[in-house]
């Protein structure tokens, strides 16, 4: 598995940086986490975004969810968008950040239609890439 450094995007020119990677990326993978086991009204509170060059944590909190930047690369159709669980992280980002997506391909469905018994995350990666995830923050109140 390729590793690569993240990048904080947590103003405007982190932001910058970030837009400018998605317009050169033909593929984006993406990611969210939202404190909907800490709030009545959840919202996302981490949004991961992966290129094929670049890799960028985004703290839509401290940018107030400013991320426009994100709509018109995640709605082009020429650029595939990767996610595992699409529907959920797809409705979060709509209600957050009124995004649209366009050439969608979820892992998880992918894994389904190929008959897998197990098709989370961690077992996807750990089958494919012999790597383990780890899962230790997945219950984390990401509000903080």
Same mark, same amino acid.
């Given at each position: 598995?390729?590793?690569?450094?993240?990048?904080?995007?947590?103003? $405007?020119?982190s *932001?910058?940086?970030?837009?400018?990677?998605?317009?050169?990326a033909?593929r984006?993978?993406?990611? !969210?986490?939202s404190?909907?086991?800490?709030? /009545?009204?959840?919202?996302?509170?981490?949004?991961?975004?992966?290129?094929p060059?670049?890799?960028?944590?985004?703290?839509?909190?401290?940018?107030d &969810?400013? *991320? @426009?930047? *994100? &709509?018109p @690369? *995640?709605?082009?159709?020429r650029?595939q968008?990767?996610?595992?669980? $699409?529907? /959920?992280?797809?409705?979060?980002?709509?209600?957050?950040?009124?995004v649209?997506?366009?050439?969608?391909?979820?892992?998880?469905? @992918?894994?389904? /239609? !190929?008959?897998r018994?197990r098709? &989370?995350l $961690?077992?996807?990666?750990?089958?494919?890439?012999g790597?383990?995830?780890?899962?230790?923050? @997945?219950?984390t109140?990401?509000?903080?």
């Open positions: 598995m390729k590793r690569r450094s993240w990048r904080y995007v947590e103003d $405007a020119a *932001l910058e940086v970030l837009g400018k990677a998605l317009e050169r033909d984006i993978a993406l990611d !969210t986490e404190d909907s086991m800490f709030s /009545y009204f959840e919202k996302v509170c981490l949004v991961q975004i992966a290129t060059e670049h890799a960028f944590l985004v703290d839509p909190l401290k940018l &969810g400013r *991320l @426009a930047i *994100l &709509g @690369a *995640l709605a082009d159709p650029k968008k990767i996610l595992h669980g $699409a529907d /959920y992280d797809i409705v979060c980002l709509k209600r957050d950040f009124d649209e997506f366009r050439n969608v391909f979820d892992t998880m469905v @992918a894994a389904q /239609y !190929t008959g018994e098709f &989370g $961690a077992d996807l990666v750990r089958e494919s890439f790597e383990t995830l780890n899962k230790k923050h @997945a219950r109140n990401w509000a903080h």
